[in-house]
T-cell receptor
Framework: AQSVSQHNHHVILSEAASLELGCNYS??????LFWYVQYPGQHLQLLLK??????LVKGIKGFEAEFIKSKFSFNLRKPSVQWSDTAEYFC???????????FGTGTSLTVIP | DADVTQTPRNRITKTGKRIMLECSQT?????MYWYRQDPGLGLQLIYY???????NKGEISDGYSVSRQAQAKFSLSLESAIPNQTALYFC??????????????FGPGTRLTVL
């Protein structure tokens, strides 16, 4: 079975600080990669996804992620966070030929105004 | 958006009771999933279905059952609820076929408390 690791469990930043959230997965084959965001009291929404092509993926709200195949990583970044980015962030992986999505344990981001 | 809906949104029940959580979708997707979310554990897959009458176990199916009798509906049942099934439950949908259609769309969640 695949696994997804998010090493940062809780991150606290001031507004305008830069953000990088780590995501590593264990699977040797071709994967589809996702970052989801869950704002307080809401359901999960897709931030961005990678299927193929350019390993630097741009998503909504100024987020981007870079797929580094050699490191089995798909880290999420944002140059300047806002208070409204306070949320929980989940990395997810799906084998291209598989049926299941595997989620990381999530990273809780708190942005202080 | 309301493409994936879940009922009820909140439920408090007692140990031993039978509970059913409903999920409906208007996205026309063929694939549907049930997850539970626990603090610090992320999302864990309970069951998934790729078509009507197709049922597959996920990582943590023990104590749960599901029914997919229509493409748009996927229900999750707890036959005899126990306190460690207290969690937030999410339904999700996705399309079959090749990317980029494989992303999942989530419902608003059902918060279940078993006393």
């Amino acid at each position: 079975a695949q696994s997804v690791s998010q090493h940062n469990h809780h991150v606290i930043l001031s507004e305008a600080a830069s953000l990088e959230l780590g995501c590593n997965y264990s699977y040797g084959g071709t994967v589809n990669l996702f970052w989801y965001v869950q704002y307080p009291g809401q359901h999960l929404q897709l931030l961005l996804k990678y299927f193929s092509g350019d390993p630097l993926v741009k998503g909504i709200k100024g987020f981007e992620a870079e797929f580094i195949k050699s490191k089995f990583s798909f880290n999420l970044r944002k140059p300047s966070v806002q208070w409204s980015d306070t949320a929980e962030y989940f990395c997810a992986v799906k084998a291209r030929t598989g049926n299941q999505f595997y989620f990381g344990t999530g990273t809780s981001l708190t942005v202080i105004p | 958006d309301a493409d994936v809906t879940q009922t009820p949104r909140n439920r408090i029940t007692k140990t031993g009771k039978r509970i059913m959580l409903e999920c409906s979708q208007t996205k026309g997707h063929d694939r549907m999933y049930w997850y539970r979310q626990d603090p610090g554990l992320g999302l864990q897959l309970i069951y998934y279905s790729f078509d009507v009458k197709d049922i597959n176990k996920g990582e943590i199916s023990d104590g749960y059952s599901v029914s997919r009798q229509a493409q748009a509906k996927f229900s999750l049942s707890l036959e005899s609820a126990i306190p460690n099934q207290t969690a937030l439950y999410f339904c999700a949908t996705s399309e079959s076929g090749t990317p980029p259609h494989n992303e999942q769309f989530f419902g608003p969640g059902t918060r279940l408390t078993v006393l």
